[in-house]
């Protein structure tokens, strides 16, 4: 017979804490989710998310919109 030692409980501390966050979907939906991400009540706002990839949708001739084209083009303007 075998004898099976107890599993001691993690030890504190060492894991990160997690909080509740809301995440707001492209096309307005509200999702709250524990993450280690952010502070407690933050919201995460998604630029892009299954409601507007083109890997998710029926039509793959879509054209994809991605809200931070402006932000992308002012950094570029600014590198180049």
Known sequence: MSVVKSQKAPLEGINPKLHEI???ATNGNKYKI???YGKEGDV???????????AWQENSSQTFYNVNNERIKKFKDFVY
């Open 22 to 24: 809301t995440v707001v």
């Open 34 to 36: 524990k993450t280690t």
């Open 44 to 54: 995460l706002t998604l630029d892009v998310d299954p409601n507007n990839h083109p």
